[in-house]
């Protein structure tokens, strides 16, 4: 079974590459391979309209400066006189072993020639219907009627008195032109495809060394996605393809560490419901069943317990809450206009008589003595805040049996410090401690979201929220506002 999945994997994979490599040339080799042949085609065509075009220029040049010295000198004397001059002309023409001489009568017979053989023929040609028709040069690019063989020639006609007696053609083989033509397409053709061949091998090494990685990096992506968290991509590149897998190597490495966060979470909060809701079971069936009317001293210390675990699952249950609005985007503020001084001395005061209880001395000091001006804020999330600092002070920090708490106006801001005489925050956990979940190292009872739940709440009011370790010992809280302008 597992290995018919992984063959159904592997066939997967295989049709996604080749999908990958067959995208790759319909966008990439096609359009270049098509360039390419709209190049050859234009230079060829551009090769055989040069050559063709030059070797008909010349020959029309050539045939009609014989036809005017003909028409000139040797028309006018009769057709005997005509006669023997084309013969001459025809056996003293230069260029007879490349260009055939002919002189055509007005029926279109050829009556001189260079080549003997044509004497006599009809060749029947467009130029020579022109020329004997229409009383003007033509030239003829096609296939001779007796030889088959491809010709270019230039027909201009004979005139006497005005009157057209015969025509005058040059003819010549187009066998070596055509063999010109064909090397330049030839040669052409050869470097359009050494250019494709190397367009398709650049491309081939191109596509290797991207869809191979990338169907790496798509696996071990799928594999983190199916729950494989913390799980690593070899990096062996050092362009964006090594950026992708350093980005998807700390992406994995931070879902790693948020679902374990939320296992411990999880195991946390369940553990720290389940000890108050013991306590509190406990007490309550204890006073339920004993009564304890005989011992009030320990009726009192069961209530107390009750209480107090009430208070801290109610502080719990509320932390959960925020957290959740934080998720989802519900946690807002009502703003109004805040004594932020008040609001602290009110938390203080709910905590000093709590804190003394457990031999924890919580120490107040106050600005220089003038009113601090109002801030724009929410007056029950800011002593949300004030009270789960001090909590968490003492949960921390209690071993120092020491806090002290103080508001300054300093510049535009308002700042309360919070800090405790414990053993602080070890230096590695500091960025960490306002994540929510994280609890590092310590064993104190809580939930892990307290301080991330302070920190968004001091953050919507525009102000900071930090936490380090102060001189001489404990940790420090430091919490700015910015004053109501």
Same mark, same amino acid.
Not at 110 to 131: E, K, M, N, R, Y
Not at 321 to 346: H, P
């Given at each position: 079974?597992?290995?018919?999945?992984?063959?159904?994997?592997?066939?997967?994979?295989?049709?996604?590459?080749?999908?990958?490599?067959?995208?790759?040339?319909?966008?990439?080799? =096609?359009?270049?391979?098509?360039?390419?042949?709209?190049?050859?085609?234009?230079?060829?065509?551009?090769?055989?309209?040069?050559?063709?075009?030059?070797?008909?220029?010349?020959?029309?040049?050539?045939?009609?400066?014989?036809?005017?010295?003909?028409?000139?000198?040797?028309?006018?004397?009769?057709?005997?006189?005509?006669?023997?001059?084309?013969?001459?002309?025809?056996?003293?023409?230069?260029?007879?072993?490349?260009?055939?001489?002919?002189?055509?009568?007005?029926?279109?017979?050829?009556?001189?020639?260079?080549?003997?053989?044509?004497?006599?023929?009809?060749?029947?040609?467009?130029?020579?219907?022109?020329?004997?028709?229409?009383?003007?040069?033509?030239?003829?690019?096609?296939?001779?009627?007796?030889?088959?063989?491809?010709?270019? $020639?230039?027909?201009?006609? =004979?005139?006497?008195?005005?009157?057209? /007696?015969?025509?005058?053609?040059?003819?010549?083989?187009?066998?070596?032109?055509?063999?010109?033509?064909?090397?330049?397409? =030839? $040669?052409?053709?050869?470097?359009?495809?050494?250019?494709?061949?190397?367009?398709?091998?650049?491309?081939?090494?191109?596509?290797?060394?991207?869809?191979?990685?990338?169907? /790496?990096?798509?696996?071990?992506?799928?594999?983190?996605?199916?729950?494989?968290?913390?799980?690593?991509?070899?990096?062996?590149?050092?362009?964006?393809?090594?950026?992708?897998?350093?980005? !998807?190597?700390?992406?994995?490495?931070?879902?790693?560490?948020?679902?374990?966060?939320?296992?411990?979470?999880?195991?946390?909060?369940?553990?720290?419901?389940?000890?108050?809701?013991?306590?509190?079971?406990?007490?309550?069936?204890?006073? =339920?069943?004993?009564?304890?009317?005989?011992?009030?001293?320990?009726?009192?210390?069961?209530?107390?317990?009750?209480?107090?675990?009430?208070?801290?699952?109610?502080?719990?249950?509320?932390?959960?809450?925020?957290?959740?609005?934080?998720?989802?985007?519900?946690?807002?503020?009502?703003?109004?206009?805040?004594?932020?001084?008040?609001?602290?001395?009110?938390?203080?005061?709910?905590?000093?008589?709590?804190?003394?209880?457990?031999? !924890?001395?919580?120490?107040?000091?106050?600005?220089?003595?003038?009113?601090?001006?109002?801030?724009?804020?929410?007056?029950?999330?800011?002593?949300?805040?004030?009270?789960?600092?001090?909590?968490?002070?003492?949960?921390?920090?209690?071993?120092?049996?020491?806090?002290? $708490?103080?508001?300054?106006?300093?510049?535009?801001?308002?700042?309360?410090?919070?800090?405790?005489?414990?053993?602080?925050?070890?230096?590695?956990?500091?960025?960490?401690?306002?994540?929510?979940?994280?609890?590092?190292?310590?064993?104190?009872?809580?939930?892990?979201?307290?301080?991330?739940?302070?920190?968004?709440?001091?953050?919507?009011?525009?102000?900071?929220?930090?936490?380090?370790?102060?001189?001489?010992?404990?940790?420090?809280?430091?919490?700015?506002?910015?004053?109501?302008?």
């Amino acid at each position: 079974m597992e290995e018919r999945v992984m063959e159904k994997e592997q066939r997967w994979k295989s049709l996604r590459l080749r999908g990958l490599r067959q995208r790759w040339i319909f966008n990439s080799i =096609l359009p270049i391979g098509a360039l390419l042949v709209l190049v050859v085609a234009l230079f060829s065509a551009g090769v055989s309209n040069y050559y063709y075009g030059t070797m008909q220029k010349g020959l029309e040049t050539r045939a009609q400066a014989l036809a005017n010295s003909f028409n000139e000198y040797f028309m006018d004397n009769g057709f005997s006189s005509y006669y023997q001059k084309a013969v001459q002309s025809a056996e003293s023409f230069e260029d007879k072993n490349l260009i055939e001489l002919q002189f055509i009568g007005s029926s279109g017979r050829i009556q001189v020639s260079t080549s003997g053989l044509t004497a006599g023929s009809f060749p029947g040609t467009d130029d020579i219907l022109q020329a004997l028709q229409e009383n003007r040069m033509a030239p003829y690019h096609g296939r001779d009627l007796e030889t088959e063989e491809e010709i270019l $020639a230039v027909s201009c006609p =004979l005139t006497v008195n005005g009157r057209v /007696v015969g025509a005058m053609r040059l003819v010549t083989s187009l066998r070596e032109v055509d063999r010109q033509v064909m090397i330049a397409v =030839l $040669a052409i053709f050869l470097i359009a495809l050494l250019c494709m061949l190397l367009v398709v091998f650049s491309n081939l090494l191109f596509i290797n060394n991207v869809v191979e990685p990338v169907a /790496v990096v798509s696996e071990a992506a799928k594999r983190i996605s199916a729950g494989s968290y913390g799980a690593r991509i070899e990096n062996k590149y050092s362009d964006e393809l090594g950026e992708l897998v350093d980005n !998807i190597n700390d992406m994995s490495l931070k879902i790693s560490q948020n679902e374990k966060m939320k296992s411990e979470f999880i195991s946390s909060v369940s553990h720290e419901l389940r000890t108050p809701l013991t306590a509190i079971n406990g007490w309550g069936e204890t006073i =339920l069943d004993d009564g304890l009317t005989d011992d009030p001293e320990q009726l009192r210390r069961g209530i107390r317990v009750i209480v107090n675990e009430s208070r801290r699952l109610s502080t719990m249950v509320e932390e959960l809450l925020d957290f959740s609005k934080m998720e989802d985007g519900r946690f807002t503020l009502q703003i109004e206009d805040v004594d932020l001084q008040a609001e602290l001395e009110d938390a203080i005061f709910t905590y000093q008589e709590l804190f003394r209880q457990d031999g !924890i001395a919580l120490e107040y000091h106050p600005g220089d003595g003038d009113l601090l001006p109002p801030i724009r804020g929410d007056s029950e999330r800011l002593k949300q805040v004030f009270c789960n600092v001090l909590d968490n002070a003492a949960k921390h920090g209690g071993a120092g049996r020491r806090i002290t $708490a103080s508001i300054h106006q300093e510049g535009s801001h308002q700042v309360v410090r919070i800090r405790d005489y414990g053993p602080g925050i070890p230096e590695e956990e500091l960025p960490f401690v306002k994540q929510k979940f994280y609890k590092g190292t310590s064993r104190a009872r809580g939930s892990g979201i307290g301080l991330a739940v302070c920190d968004e709440i001091v953050g919507l009011h525009g102000g900071t929220f930090s936490i380090g370790n102060a001189d001489g010992g404990g940790a420090v809280v430091t919490i700015k506002l910015p004053v109501r302008a």
